[in-house]
């Protein structure tokens, strides 16, 4: 059953069980960004972060990050194009510092974080937006990533080095921690529209557009070859990787979800939900949640993507675009009409966030404490 959209928290499968603090935990120094505290991550072991800490307590850690899709300007009367971040209750949200300069209207599309203090937004017009601090200073960079203008739709980080993916096969990449971008020696072929990446076990993986085809490197993206899924009409759409298994799940169309233990280079079919169209994908200690387009419907695994239950919040009726999970066991999950809706227990049960700006399209959500 489900509760009066904003009114309560929906249960899915799972026992909703938050053991976080048993596990590895995210600990560190906390600073202040826009009235919120934010994460600079620490790994202790398991006897470490029992003892320093008690069981966390029920809401969200700071960090949390949604990026909305209206153009926004620096002209005090259109909206802003930052990301918003939400106190621990998603009651109030507050946004990321931005500087002005030369600055046009810009609409953005993805945002990433490399877990240890920066995150970078990406949107049309080859614009990017960097951040240092985990938000605290901003260095607005407009048309950073050079050459003919294009959309970039979606960007991934593996320590300093940054990859961003966008319309007509562009992919642009940094190893500078985002100061600078530059073209690989390879790029996709065939213009596909790219709209998604994730770094992972050494290998990078992005698609979309293109029936059945994803794009991999093992270079840190500085060379890239394409691997065909047979078998599928579907179009990727998001892809993510399941370390408790070692295992890829990518996610699209026809609600169809893939599986690949050897890095990508072979594919076997987990899950088909018929007419879903899955467009966000994520795992969290053996958890897996993928969203979908319409009818609020989610699909969630508790043993690592190797079999899913379907279960819908929101009263059936939210358009979900992307779904990240954070510190603990903490989940975000954002879409069309302003609907933006939060775990804090590994996906078991949602509440609907609330004191959300004016009608929005959260395109993309991240946390800076975790590596996209």
Known sequence: MT???????HQAAGDGTRAAWSRRRALGVLGAVGGAAWVAPQVLSIDAA????????????????????????CS???????????????????????????????????????????????GD???????TGSGATMANDSQAFGGSLNTYNDISASGTTWVAVGNSGRIRRSTDDGVTF????SQPGGAPALTFIRHAHGTWLCGGGTIG???????GGATWTSVSIGGTSAIWQDVCYVRSTSTWLVCGTLGEIWASVDDGLTWTLRHDSGADSWTGIDANHGIVVACAAGLGRLVRSTDGGATFSVTTIGGGSPAFNDIKAGPDDEWMVVGLANEIWWSDDNAGTWTAASGLPSLRTWNAVTHAASAD
């Open 3 to 9: 509760t009066a959209r904003g009114s309560g928290r």
């Open 50 to 73: 029992a003892a320093a800490s008690p069981p966390p307590t029920p809401g969200l850690q700071p960090g949390w990050l949604a990026q909305h899709t209206l153009a926004g300007s």
């Open 76 to 122: 005090g009367i259109t909206a802003n194009y930052q990301p918003y971040t939400p106190n621990s209750t998603a009651t109030s949200w507050s946004t990321l510092p931005r500087s002005c300069g030369s600055l046009l209207v810009r609409t953005m599309y993805g945002i990433g974080s490399n877990g240890s203090g920066t995150v970078i937004a990406v």
């Open 125 to 131: 017009q080859n614009f990017r937006v960097r951040w």
């Open 182 to 185: 530059s073209s690989p020696s």
């Open 213 to 219: 085809l994803l794009w991999r490197s093992t270079d």
